[in-house]
């Protein structure tokens, strides 16, 4: 197995034995060299620009809605046995908490990925072509799903996956009501303009798990309570059929559910082609392609 270890000029460090501290971010956030001329209002693109995430709510219909519904709720029923692999659970109660590469796994999802209401709104972002990094679906049921907790994306796509730029973000479509109660989306608006450094090292085969609670690439008590103390926290609570867009290096996270309403979305991350993963920048090597497209780097088709 070959050594990974961390590059050298790598603009966004993290783990290894560096401390924790900030670094400025150095790339855009909205790449769209005209923003009259796309999918969002100039007001819509200038708040994702300034607070690094946006709701869009109803983009789909009910009838859009149903479908997709029952396509969550089979996939729940069946995944775990026909893709073991892709299917995570949650760390005490054994109750699923997301399946992986759904994109590939469901013909309703890959279609939805591609559609362009979403893949429409990334290619505009981002001013590429884009493909998908990573899809899945999160389940967080009722009484027992568990909590994600505070972490930069980015972080672990770059330190893990070999993402090399801020030149990616991520689509939540809400698949049920996401209250204030029953573990919604948090964010810190603003955080996206700086890059939190994590310490410790990666562990061997981190991915399996951190994908039940992640402990590493997580930022320090002390950094996110800066973060926090220069601006606020933010619930992302919508209908269903709405959709949270948030850029790759947002400070998101959510708590537990413990009230009777399953929070359920679809979740895909959209990456510009010309910011395709490379080798890891950590010490770790790759994770498997069902957490990071690597193999299969193809552009979602741009037509309707």
């Known amino acids: 197995m070959p050594h990974y270890s961390q590059r050298e000029n790598d603009a966004y460090p993290s783990r290894s034995e560096l401390p924790a501290q900030m670094i400025e ?37 009910e009838q859009e809605l149903t479908e997709l519904q029952q396509e969550l709720a089979r996939l729940k029923d069946n995944a775990s046995q026909d893709h073991p692999q892709e299917t995570i659970s949650e760390l005490d109660s054994g109750e699923m908490r997301s399946v992986f590469q759904v994109h590939q796994l469901s013909r309703i999802y890959k279609k939805l990925a591609a559609d362009q209401r979403l893949a429409g709104i990334a290619r505009f972002l981002l001013n590429d072509e884009v493909y998908i990094h990573q899809s899945r679906v999160n389940y967080k049921p009722g009484f027992r799903g568990k909590e994600f907790y505070w972490h930069s994306d980015f972080e672990t796509w770059h330190t893990e996956d070999g993402m090399p730029r801020m030149r990616a973000l991520s689509m939540s479509i809400t698949l049920t009501d996401n209250y204030e109660q029953n573990g919604p989306l948090m964010l810190i608006p603003g955080s996206h303009r700086q890059y939190l450094v994590c310490e410790g090292d990666t562990p061997e085969n981190h ?83 069902h957490i990071c497209t690597r193999q299969t780097i193809d552009p979602l088709p741009s037509g309707d």
């Open 25 to 61: 971010r150095q790339d855009p956030v909205v790449y769209a060299p005209d923003r009259y001329a796309g999918p969002l209002t100039e007001s819509q693109i200038r708040s994702y620009d300034e607070n690094g995430f946006l709701i869009v709510e109803n983009l789909f219909s």
């Open 207 to 289: 991915h399996e798990h951190s994908l039940k609670k992640q402990e590493y690439g997580v930022p320090s008590d002390n950094m996110l309570s800066q973060l926090v103390e220069q601006s606020e926290i933010v619930t992302g609570t919508c209908k269903a059929g709405s959709v949270i867009i948030f850029d790759c290096n947002v400070m998101h996270g959510s708590n537990g559910n413990i009230t009777p309403h399953p929070r359920s979305n679809v979740f895909f991350v959209y990456n510009a082609i010309s910011n395709r993963v490379e080798a890891p920048f950590g010490s770790q090597p790759p994770r498997p392609e």
